[in-house]
């Protein structure tokens, strides 16, 4: 979803598709001398570019304090029925801001409050379809004897209450003559004899046929050839009018007597059908057979059932037209039989994947056309009519698009101007594009998204004004300092360039700000610092494509190898060292990178990529070099100390301190002491458990390891001690640290000077830091220069 339009603006002015090779042999000649001729120019453009932002499908309010604090308030008041649809519009706007653990949490928490068995099914296969790719989380649970199927099936059957529609028998007036005890049902050639007193007791109508004022009341023999029921069929209703109970019934025959039972309004033996039915939906074929059935017979035990066939499978059930169709064509009643009050959130749930999938599939569109139908609130609509507008300029159906977002921006959702204007500037309006976000701007509190959108429509010092604003409001839209950076190099200012875009990868590693800095390395022919981007780049995201999905990251950096001269195993780890020490971690990727293609210990080396991800702030990818780790383990007690990470990365604290333990009953490591430690002051909050956090970090020092790991075990012990008060101890720490390289430990060391009060050293420690960091910038600026 975060990348989820691209500019259609931007794609149509692209150059053809590059062809890699003969671009890296013959444009490079080109850029390294930055003439002035209008060549260079066009050669440096023809791959250093900046996409537009893009109209992205989510809920983005003006002000998201109140929208959050608001939501709080409402919780605390509601009615239990309201709580998972509050929960599921923080759920939007977490989405809005990117905060994933956030997202996960309102998930969850709609699950836990659900008001509705569907809202549980539809919350749950939400989660579950959230945590695809966590199966290995969940049988290391197992191993811990905790229940690895958090979300497992509902029994529909039981948890769905028994509701029988219409009037009893025997509301119905009486004949008071007498009748026969038996009646004769004749269907073809054959007669069920059947207790006339039981069949009438079925439904309102057979009561007023067998016990009422028409003529089969006095019949002994009653014609049902017509009725669409077979002998066998009716001799079962027969039966159940006196057991109440079906037993050992084929599927086909219960189809048969459900109908049947619906248009005779036999409640108590529909519903008897519905559930026995529902317990025997179990493959996706199954599934889409019965749904007609219980959608056309009001079958809820049976089609809820269904569902969570449906839901189980996301998103490859959406690959089935058969199951397309059905959720797209639901009327109201329809989805009411479906899912109940839950049909917003299905809704919801079934656009993300479909969008997630294909954002132009037409699956897409009817999938939100279903949202905006099953919206009930203000809040509902805005979203729903944002998302299928987003969807609708992406498809290039412009009049549509602007019609949602006018509906969109009539409730409140001021965000969806930026749509109007991106649908002004396509269809020729430049300047009232400029004026519509003019006037937004001077209308509410001004964000970042609106100056950023607002350049888009000016040029010159306007748009690098409205730029830096933008920059100002919100430091982390991407997009100002790309277009900045490309802009300074088109300029040919290469130092500016490339300090511009270290600003923002500074503290966000951002696929597409490492593409933009590895196209200007090239430019600059630092095929050295290419390298480490592009090595970056595939370490975040393996399959990634660069130049708008035209070339993989891995063919690239095939090409820039070329002119790289390798490192030996040594040379790695040197660089590794030098890297790691002055705060480069994108450099330190890169190295990692490298040496896990030469074939080492690749267990040891995906750990400590995971931890530099994690640094990086790259929660899933560092995951995936943790699970990578795991798969890789040389030995039992490294391959629980990666469990015992994984367990812990994902908020089994407990679990993850007992992998640690089973670790050190093999052998005492320093990676098992550190996680036991790491492990132990999450998981307990008195005081009293620092002492036992210092004996296992010291316990981790006086195992063998390299100093780069040692560096981060003495800085965290610098820190328990410094929360305890040990100032003295603190600092030895820190200066141990320091000595063996670890940048870092400045930073732990002018904190004990500041809780000295001696604020100049700490100043002094925080400028050495900053100088390590310029060093590094100095160092990039000599290889350009080279």
């Known amino acids: 979803m975060r990348t989820f339009f691209p500019s259609d603006s931007c794609k149509e002015s692209q150059l053809n598709a590059i062809n890699p090779q003969s671009w890296l042999q013959v444009e490079r000649g080109k850029l390294s001398k930055f003439s002035s001729s209008d060549n260079t120019s066009s050669s440096i453009e023809s791959f250093i570019k900046v996409p537009e932002p893009t109209i992205v499908p989510f809920f983005k309010p003006i002000d998201y304090v109140e929208v ?50 569907h809202e549980r099914l ?164 199954d599934a889409v057979e019965l749904m007609e059935y219980a959608i056309e017979e009001n079958s809820p035990v049976l089609a809820a059932s269904c569902l969570q066939v449906f839901l189980h499978e996301l998103p490859d059930c959406l690959n089935d037209n058969r199951v397309v169709e059905i959720f ?10 479906m899912v109940g009050q839950a049909s917003f959130s299905l809704y919801c749930l079934l656009s993300e994947v479909a969008m997630n999938i294909d954002p132009r599939s037409d699956k897409t569109v009817s999938f939100l056309e279903q949202l905006i139908k099953s919206a009930e609130t203000d809040r509902q609509r805005l979203l729903a009519f944002h998302q299928l507008g987003c969807v609708k300029l992406l498809r290039k159906e412009y009049d549509k698009a602007e019609s949602l977002f006018e509906a969109a921006v009539s409730l409140g959702h001021v965000y969806s101007i930026a749509g109007l204007a991106r649908l002004g500037y396509i269809k020729g309006h430049k300047f009232w594009s400029y004026e519509k976000l003019s006037s937004v701007i001077s209308s509410v509190n001004p964000l970042g998204w609106m100056y950023q959108e607002r350049s888009l429509y000016c040029e010159g010092d306007k748009r690098w004004e409205d730029l830096e604003k933008a920059t100002e ?71 990634y494509r660069m130049f708008e999905g035209r070339v993989a990251a891995s063919q690239l950096r095939t090409l820039v190898r070329e002119h790289v001269d390798d490192w030996t195993t040594a040379d790695c780890w040197m660089q590794l060292y030098d890297r790691w020490s002055s705060v480069d971690d994108v450099g330190s990727l890169s190295v990692i990178y490298q040496m896990l293609e030469s074939g080492g210990a690749k267990g040891v080396l995906y ?172 160092a990039y600026e000599k290889s350009v220069n080279g």
């Open 68 to 117: 959050l604090a608001q939501i709080h308030e409402e919780l605390e008041s509601c009615s239990p029925q309201e709580r998972s649809n509050l929960y599921l519009l923080q759920f939007q706007i977490f989405k809005g801001l990117g905060e994933t653990k956030l997202m996960r949490r309102s998930l969850r928490s709609a699950w836990q409050k659900a008001g509705t068995v």
């Open 122 to 285: 539809v919350f749950g296969a939400w989660l579950r379809y959230e945590k695809q790719g966590e199966e290995l989380i969940a049988d290391m649970l197992a191993t811990c004897n905790k229940c690895a199927q958090e979300f497992g099936p509902i029994d529909f059957v039981s948890q769905l209450p028994i509701e029988v529609n219409g009037s009893s028998p025997d509301a119905v007036v009486m004949s008071g003559g007498k009748r026969l005890k038996n009646v004769r049902f004749r269907i073809g050639d054959e007669k069920i004899v059947c207790d006339r007193q039981k069949i009438a007791s079925l439904s309102v109508p057979f009561h007023a046929m067998l016990d009422g004022y028409f003529t089969e009341s006095l019949c002994e023999d009653i014609d049902l050839s017509e009725n669409n029921i077979s002998p066998l069929g009716m001799r079962t209703i027969g039966e159940f009018s006196m057991t109440g109970s079906l037993i050992e019934v084929p599927p086909d025959l219960l189809l048969e007597i459900l109908v049947f039972a619906n248009k005779f309004c036999c409640e108590t033996l529909k519903d008897a059908c519905d559930r026995k039915l529902a317990s025997l939906v179990c493959t996706k074929d």
């Open 328 to 337: 797209s064509h639901a009327d109201r009643q329809q989805r009411s039989i």
């Open 473 to 543: 409001l919100d430091p982390t839209l991407t997009y100002p300092y790309m277009y900045r950076a490309a802009s300074l190099m088109m300029k040919q200012n290469v130092q500016a360039a490339l300090a511009e875009i270290n600003r923002v990868l500074g503290f966000k590693l951002a696929l597409e700000c490492l593409e933009l800095r590895f196209c200007l390395y090239l430019a600059c022919e630092d095929y050295k610092a290419a390298i480490c981007d592009v090595q970056a780049i595939l370490t975040l995201s393996p399959d």
């Open 607 to 778: 750990f400590r990529q995971s931890l530099l991800l994690l640094r990086l702030n790259c929660p899933d990818a560092a995951m995936r070099s943790l699970e990578l780790a795991h798969q890789h383990a040389s030995s039992e007690h490294e391959r629980l100390v990666y469990e015992g990470w994984i367990l812990y990365d994902t908020g089994h604290c407990e679990e993850g301190l007992r992998k640690a333990e089973e670790s050190i009953k093999i052998k005492r490591s320093f990676e098992a002491f550190f996680l036991k430690a790491y492990a132990l002051a999450d998981s307990c909050f008195d005081l009293s458990c620092s002492s036992t956090v210092i004996s296992l970090l010291e316990n981790a020092l006086k195992c063998p390891s390299d100093n780069l790991r040692k560096g981060q075990a003495l800085n965290n012990l610098g820190s328990v001690y410094a929360d305890c008060g040990k100032l003295d101890l603190a600092a030895d720490c820190y200066i141990n640290a320091l000595k063996i390289r670890h940048t870092r430990a400045h930073q732990g060391l002018a904190r004990v000077h500041f809780l000295r009060n001696v604020k100049a050293a700490a100043y002094e420690e925080m400028t050495k830091l900053i100088g390590t960091a310029k060093n590094n910038a100095s």
